[in-house]
């Protein structure tokens, strides 16, 4: 079996996800495996892998959009946003008033905080083990934008909600501020990842799945599937790397007249578009 294309698995909580691409390069006997988007041990669902040549549009799948469940506990704070974290501060709880109104106020564009126990680097060192070693460091804000929140349910001390939003963005950091919001300190209960990108919650396989041969592998003419498409006449073009010319401002995936993924093509700001990464 030819193995280049996309896995999409449903990664169980208390597992990194490169536990899940570890598991995956030994059940397939494969080296290049990737993922797209780094899930939190404590968090679910959806884990997009991309297998053999199919890594080479890693890149472009990072971007996606993101969907998530999550459940906000309202009454208890701990250091690292989520309900793994050590308690930092804790307050009875006593009903809320003004839900919907702050639920309201986070949809948009803005600049987000994230937490200190996460992956990103500042001076080439992880902000976790700034925190796990107690150093003092800026942590700069980064724009997101969250699309769409709906409210699910309220029971007691506990919110759950559907969030839609753009790469990047933390949903611990957003519990914790609404949390905030609410007039409490709060933490992350739990976290569902229902879609990245156009794969679904329903279209991923578990680990159990892959360890019995039940799975399927997707094409990139599905991972691109709702990318704008440019028809090119001569495949050769592509294969050299020339230039295309075009007024097109934005990326775009180049294909044959058959519909199959050659390359990611992008404006070079004087009327062409030149090939970012071929994908053949």
Known sequence: MKMDGILLINKPIHMTSHDVVNIVRKTLHIKKVGHCGTLDPDASGVLVLVIGKATKALQFL???????????????????????????????????????????????LQQQLPPMYSAIKVNGKKLYEYARNNEKVEIKPREINIYDI??????????????????????????????????????????????????????????DDLYHGDYELLSLEDAFKDWEHYIIDDENVVYHGKLIKSDIDHE???????????AVYGPNGHGYLKSIRGLF
């Open 62 to 108: 990072q971007s996606d959009n993101k969907e998530y469940i999550t459940t906000l506990s309202l009454g208890t704070s701990t250091d690292t946003y989520d309900a793994s974290g050590n308690v930092i501060e804790t307050k009875t709880f006593n009903g809320i008033n003004n839900l919907e109104e702050v639920i309201q106020s986070y949809i948009g």
């Open 150 to 207: 709906e409210l699910i349910n309220v029971i007691d001390n506990e919110i759950t909600m559907k969030v839609a939003c753009s790469k990047g963005t933390y949903i611990r950091s957003l519990c914790h501020d609404m949390a905030l919001s609410l007039g409490y300190p709060g933490h992350m209960k739990s976290l569902e990842r229902i879609r990245s990108g156009c794969f679904k919650i329903d279209d991923c396989v578990s680990l």
């Open 252 to 262: 775009v995936v180049v294909v044959n007249k058959e519909n199959k993924v050659l």
